[in-house]
């Protein structure tokens, strides 16, 4: 089955720090998808990007889908953004294991 | 709003004593899903449903029986629970298989004793 993986698995960071999260796939996929799991459990889908690039607020996300990798950016990060991050994609949304972040103030 | 809804939040019970976990959509989607998160595994994918009476296997099938009898309802049946089955329990939906807005419920922290 298709594999997904992300880099770093960690990552603390000091408030108002920029990051990058990736995520590559063994195979092509169509309908890649960035979650944030707070850290209270709840997991919210953040974009839908199957290619290109999307912004929403401080976060950008960007999917090179010829190459399979996709790339998350978090600018002039808060405490807030701590917690878990995670790509999915494939017909049945195939999860890597996720990128823990620590924001600290 | 727009929602999943599952149900307990959190749960202990004893090895070999049924349950079942409800999950519940209000958006009409066509697909639904199980997944079970463990510590560095992230999510892996238990069952899934394209619609109703329709379901299949995902990645961690064993252990664990769903049913699709109604297309907002997604319930996820342990027949006779293990402690390996200690981990937290997520449903989500989407409106199609591999579509857009993939949306998850709050979870469900279950502990088998």
């Known amino acids: 089955g298709i594999q997904v993986e992300q880099s770093p698995p960690d990552l603390i960071l000091q408030e108002g720090a920029n990051s990058t999260l990736r995520c590559n796939f063994s195979?092509?996929?169509?309908?890649l998808q960035w979650f944030h799991q707070n850290p209270w459990g709840q997991l919210i889908n953040l974009f839908y990007?199957?290619?290109g690039t999307k912004q929403n607020g401080r976060l950008s996300a960007t999917t090179v889908a010829t190459e399979r990798y996709s790339l998350l950016y978090i600018s002039s990060s808060q405490t807030t953004d701590s917690g878990v991050y995670f790509c999915?994609?494939?017909?049945?949304?195939?999860f890597g294991a996720g990128t823990r972040l620590t924001v600290k103030p | 709003e727009a929602q999943v809804t599952q149900n307990p939040r959190y749960l202990i019970t004893v090895t070999g004593k049924k349950l079942t976990v409800t999950c519940s959509q209000n958006?009409?989607?066509?697909?639904m899903s199980w997944y079970r998160q463990d510590p560095g595994l992230g999510l892996r994918q238990i069952y899934y449903s394209m619609n109703v009476e329709v379901t299949d296997k995902g990645d961690v099938p064993e252990g664990y029986k769903v049913s699709r009898k109604e297309k907002r309802n997604f319930p996820l049946i342990l027949e006779s629970p293990s402690p390996n089955q200690t981990s937290l329990y997520f449903c989500?939906?989407?409106?199609?298989?591999?579509?857009?807005?993939?949306?998850f419920g709050s979870g469900t922290r279950l502990t088998v004793v």
């Open positions: 958006m009409n989607h066509e697909y």
């Open positions: 989500a939906s989407s409106l199609l298989r591999g579509s857009y807005g993939y949306t």
């Open positions: 990007i199957p290619s």
């Open positions: 999915a994609g494939h017909n049945d949304m195939r």
């Open positions: 195979d092509s996929v169509n309908n």
